[in-house]
């Protein structure tokens, strides 16, 4: 089965990271701390199973799990099931010992032996961030994720300072945190409560050496964070003529690279036509909040927008509508190079499908579509340009997008973090970067928002888990 060949496609890279192969079989010791040190996440620390299948599971559906037959799957692969062969990496002895490993016989001895439990063999592979509650989680080979901060209620919108200080708006928290990782060891060691009692402050900006805060109907901004974040600072209300309606009102906020302010103001409803108020579109302000300007407008909901670290322009997520089916419309990816353009709501959706009570007497070309459909009830929200050194090249300037996750499809959808390769303006190629949130319609974690830290590594924050993780790269 395909959990099967994920199986096995772990323990033959696990084999790679091992010192290279003697010519008599692996110690049953030797192997078991070999997964422990790279296969536990995916497959449970007492091999039970987690994202990936049971080492004790025998029922396949590519033959009968024989040693012959399990030599033949992994030298081969099952190409069409994404499990690539491996006779081109590993040599026969490794590719045996790993067939003498998994076979059910051999699982079976261990078991009845008494063999030591994984949390008990390996200390410090116990010793990881968070290892156990991260089990779930896939990302491409050489990532690793670890939980950066706990405790972080309703973790939306983050912000990170040149120095590394990570700043957090909530949603139902009313606050907004700081992560404090003083001693650069990628796991911050305190959770600040910077302000309190705000109205759902899910947006967080820095810009000037100043902290911006969007609430629901106002911006406020505490000067010279970084040296006043720890004693509760006082604030000035930059903005506070803002729509109070709470469906679709809370603000993710972001400065760009002209020096103003970005914010958005949903519409205030499922679907509805507010093309002349101030809802379904984003507007910009001077970091004092003076001159506030339309920049663009039929934007339904976007909690998530930055600029291309090339071009500087800006690319956003807009939540599509709900009530059309599990399947219409997508959740789009637009971007914007200059003001005054529309991006179709309520008349247009994902650019090609007229609304059946707004759009009537409309053509939808005559809006800007979207770059790219990212699914449909996915939640798209916030996204990231990877800008940073740590990752592979490839995945310079390219795009990683948190998905919510659907909240009335007929079966869940999103909970992801996507990778988003693009060429130009052109996507290229839509992959899962961060997947194992949703495990047979259970929700572990629902991904908010993406940033890239001064080391190049990322973090993600959570609402549904009350945490915002951190990712590296190691070869």
Request: hydrophobic share 40%; net charge neutral; charged share 20%.
């Amino acid at each position: 089965m395909n959990k099967n060949l994920s199986l096995l496609a772990t323990l033959a890279a696990a084999a790679l990271l091992a010192p290279a192969a003697h010519a008599a079989p692996a110690s049953a010791s030797a192997a078991h701390k070999l997964y422990l040190a790279n296969c536990a996440q995916c497959h449970g620390k007492e091999m039970e199973g987690a994202a990936g299948p049971s080492l004790a599971d025998a029922t396949w559906l590519h033959g009968q799990p024989t040693r012959a037959n399990l030599v033949r799957l992994i030298s081969k692969g099952v190409p069409e099931k994404g499990m690539p062969g491996w006779d081109k990496q590993l040599n026969a002895t490794q590719i045996g010992q790993l067939a003498e490993y998994l076979m059910p016989t051999n699982v079976a001895a261990r078991k009845a032996a008494g063999a030591a439990p994984a949390s008990a063999a390996a200390p410090a592979a116990a010793s990881a961030p968070a290892a156990a509650s991260l089990a779930n989680l896939k990302l491409p080979k050489g990532f690793q994720i670890a939980v950066y901060a706990d405790k972080v209620e309703s973790a939306r919108e983050l912000a990170v300072s040149d120095s590394g200080l990570v700043f957090v708006g909530s949603r139902k928290a009313g606050k907004v945190y700081a992560l404090v990782d003083a001693d650069k060891d990628g796991v911050a060691e305190k959770v600040v409560t910077v302000a309190e009692g705000l109205n759902k402050p899910i947006g967080v900006a820095l810009l000037n050496g100043a902290l911006y805060v969007g609430e629901i109907s106002r911006i406020i901004k505490f000067d010279d964070i970084e040296k006043t974040y720890a004693s509760k600072p006082a604030y000035k209300v930059i903005k506070s003529d803002l729509p109070t309606d709470t469906w679709h009102g809370e603000k993710y906020i972001k400065a760009g690279p002209d020096g103003k302010l970005y914010v958005p103001i949903g519409a205030p409803c499922n679907v509805c036509d507010k093309e002349d108020d101030a809802y379904a579109k984003i507007w910009r302000m001077n970091p004092d909040g003076s001159n506030w300007e339309l920049f663009a407008r039929g934007v339904r909901n976007t909690v998530g927008f930055t600029w291309h670290p090339q071009t500087r322009e800006m690319w956003f997520t807009d939540n599509g509508r709900d009530e059309l089916g599990d399947n219409l419309p997508s959740d789009e990816l637009n971007i914007a190079p200059r003001p005054g353009m529309h991006f179709g709501f309520p008349y247009c959706h994902a650019g090609a499908l007229p609304d059946p009570q707004f759009g009537k007497g409309k053509n939808c070309d005559a809006y800007t579509a979207p770059v790219a459909a990212l699914g449909p009830h996915v939640a798209s929200l916030g996204l990231a340009f990877y800008t940073g050194t740590q990752f592979p090249e490839q995945y310079r300037n390219q795009l990683l997008v948190a998905e919510h996750g659907s909240w009335n499809r007929t079966n869940k959808i999103g909970y992801q973090v996507r990778l988003l390769t693009l060429h130009g303006n052109k996507v290229l190629s839509d992959t899962a970067f961060i997947d194992g949130f949703l495990q047979n319609e259970e929700v572990s974690g629902r991904p908010v928002d993406v940033a890239v830290m001064p080391d190049g590594s990322i973090l993600v924050s959570d609402d549904h888990a009350h945490k915002v993780y951190r990712v590296t790269y190691r070869p």
